[in-house]
């Protein structure tokens, strides 16, 4: 059976429950509030989905310094 993820709206109490995906969400163990389903990610942690997600945000990060690079004898920066 499946884990899900819930955090109870009135007393935000997050915890798992195990269930088939056609039973309802359960009511909080501490209030008796409605629970919501969370739905949450795992990052990759390794191999090339990580590799393309760090090259994404260094693309995003602005660099200081860009544009004002000067170019002298034999630079080979590539710029």
């Not at 935000?12 to 359960?26: D, G």
Request: hydrophobic share 25%; charged share 15%; aromatic share 2%.
């Amino acid at each position: 059976m499946p884990t899900y993820d819930y955090e109870c709206t009135p007393c935000n109490l997050r915890l798992e429950a195990r269930h088939s995906i056609n039973t309802q969400a359960p009511n909080c163990p501490q209030c008796e509030g409605a629970l919501t389903r969370l739905i949450l990610c795992a990052p990759a942690a390794h191999g090339h989905m990580a590799q393309g997600r760090e090259q994404a945000m260094r693309s995003l990060q602005s660099t200081p310094g860009r544009g004002k690079h000067q170019h002298g004898p034999g630079c080979g920066c590539g710029h």
